[in-house]
């Protein structure tokens, strides 16, 4: 059975095999935490992303990105 995947280029389905594979960059997410973070809800700096999580979790925050996949 063939797989098919949307062509956004081609504004059509085509096999999955007739597209290029997206690239993703990886990204270490705690490197920014070697210097810490400063939170701006209560000033304190969290070095660690456990910590960084608990955090938000209990101020009912939720961290969001400027990164997307597959943007051009």
Not at 28 to 34: C, G, S
């Amino acid at each position: 059975m063939t797989r098919y995947v949307w062509s956004r280029e081609r504004g059509r389905w085509v096999p999955a095999a007739a597209e290029p594979r997206a690239r993703v960059q990886i990204v270490n997410r705690d490197a920014a935490f070697e210097d810490g973070i400063r939170s701006m809800a209560d000033g304190r700096r969290y070095r660690s992303r456990r910590a960084w999580d608990e955090h938000l979790k209990a101020r009912g925050m939720v961290e969001i990105g400027n990164d997307a996949v597959g943007r051009r």
